[in-house]
């Protein structure tokens, strides 16, 4: 890991992987930042097959605020985000998305409250990127608030956060385990050795939804899939949860089976269907997990 720059602020990480159809609208936002701070962005290539890594080397060509780097021995999103934060020279870390949009004033409301907080978390508007019918899948939550696990702890959503070097270098960084959910992991943790999550209403993330009825199912049943699995996780570390398992959505698909009719409608019901389908699959992961722990 390379020693931190003490001229230089922050460092902005953009884990990529196939992004080469998006990241240059979140590179051409972050170029257009303005702060009275210093501040760099890394973008890590995690095995792209695309010619995102072509894209992001036209930008660090022509600005040297910006960098390139490489995360080649695993496709692994908490992989390439501990290879950036690795490569990273600023004293605090910035995480977005290579699909994702920064507001205007990303950088300075993120960087300025660093100045007196050590992890911050932004607003996710989901108007500006996503079609209406894929907006109401989810509710508007995530514009006005930090993530909330399950009513027990506020969470930072990995594509717009930000926390002091010094709180990695203490507590480690994201879990590589896990294929989702290791913002939240990461953000139980911090809670749990009494860091507390700052809101900053104008760190605004412009956050984008999939936008077919396959990706919105996928994206939501593995979302789901790991909340068992990290449910199991927080309780043995003494935090107390409730059941992430519902039958109040099962009803709910079985009564409003006719809203695939219409496009909106499908898109609400197949989001809800995924998150159901992926909660079954994590609390079966846990039981076998269970089992082969008391049959060794």
Same mark, same amino acid.
Not at 204 to 229: D, E, H, S
């Given at each position: 890991?390379?020693?931190?720059d003490p001229e230089l602020d922050l460092t902005v990480v953009v884990p990529a992987h196939d992004a080469a159809a998006t990241i240059a609208e979140q590179l051409?936002?972050?170029?257009?930042?303005?702060?009275?701070?210093?501040?760099?962005?890394?973008?890590?290539?995690?095995?792209?097959?695309?010619?995102?890594?072509?894209?992001?080397?036209?930008?660090?060509?022509?600005?040297?605020?910006?960098?390139?780097?490489?995360?080649?021995?695993?496709?692994?999103?908490?992989?390439?985000?501990?290879?950036?934060?690795?490569?990273?020279?600023?004293?605090?870390?910035?995480?977005?998305?290579?699909?994702?949009?920064?507001?205007?004033?990303?950088?300075?409301?993120?960087?300025?409250?660093?100045?007196?907080?050590?992890?911050? =978390?932004?607003?996710?508007?989901?108007?500006?990127?996503?079609?209406?019918?894929?907006?109401?899948?989810?509710?508007?939550?995530?514009?006005?608030?930090?993530?909330?696990?399950?009513?027990?702890?506020?969470?930072?959503?990995?594509?717009?956060?930000?926390?002091?070097?010094?709180?990695?270098?203490?507590?480690?960084?994201?879990?590589?385990?896990?294929?989702?959910?290791?913002?939240?992991?990461?953000?139980?943790?911090?809670?749990?050795?009494?860091?507390?999550?700052?809101?900053?209403?104008?760190?605004?993330?412009?956050?984008?939804?999939?936008?077919? =009825?396959?990706?919105?199912?996928?994206?939501?049943?593995?979302?789901?899939?790991?909340?068992?699995?990290?449910?199991?996780?927080?309780?043995?570390?003494? =935090?107390?949860?409730?059941?992430?398992?519902?039958?109040?959505?099962?009803?709910?698909?079985?009564?409003?089976?006719?809203?695939?009719?219409?496009?909106?409608?499908?898109?609400?019901?197949?989001?809800?269907?995924?998150?159901?389908?992926?909660?079954?699959?994590?609390?079966?992961?846990?039981?076998?997990?269970?089992?082969?722990?008391?049959?060794?």
């Amino acid at each position: 890991m390379p020693e931190s720059d003490p001229e230089l602020d922050l460092t902005v990480v953009v884990p990529a992987h196939d992004a080469a159809a998006t990241i240059a609208e979140q590179l051409d936002a972050l170029a257009e930042q303005e702060w009275s701070g210093s501040f760099e962005v890394v973008v890590v290539d995690n095995r792209s097959s695309d010619a995102t890594a072509g894209v992001v080397a036209e930008y660090a060509a022509r600005d040297p605020r910006f960098r390139l780097v490489s995360a080649p021995e695993r496709n692994s999103i908490g992989y390439a985000r501990n290879t950036g934060i690795a490569a990273a020279r600023g004293r605090s870390i910035a995480m977005c998305d290579s699909d994702d949009v920064v507001g205007p004033g990303w950088v300075a409301a993120i960087g300025d409250a660093l100045a007196s907080h050590a992890f911050v =978390t932004g607003p996710l508007d989901v108007h500006r990127l996503n079609p209406p019918e894929v907006v109401e899948t989810r509710g508007l939550a995530i514009e006005h608030g930090p993530g909330s696990f399950l009513d027990a702890f506020p969470f930072a959503h990995s594509c717009n956060l930000a926390f002091h070097r010094a709180l990695v270098d203490t507590h480690g960084g994201f879990d590589e385990s896990l294929v989702n959910g290791s913002d939240v992991e990461l953000s139980h943790r911090f809670w749990r050795n009494g860091v507390e999550l700052t809101y900053v209403p104008d760190a605004v993330v412009a956050y984008r939804y999939r936008a077919t =009825t396959r990706g919105l199912y996928r994206q939501a049943r593995n979302y789901a899939r790991v909340k068992p699995v990290l449910v199991a996780r927080f309780r043995s570390e003494g =935090t107390a949860l409730p059941s992430p398992f519902s039958w109040r959505r099962w009803v709910w698909l079985a009564r409003n089976v006719l809203l695939v009719r219409t496009a909106a409608g499908r898109a609400r019901w197949v989001w809800v269907l995924g998150g159901c389908v992926g909660e079954v699959q994590g609390m079966w992961r846990v039981r076998r997990a269970r089992r082969r722990g008391r049959g060794s």
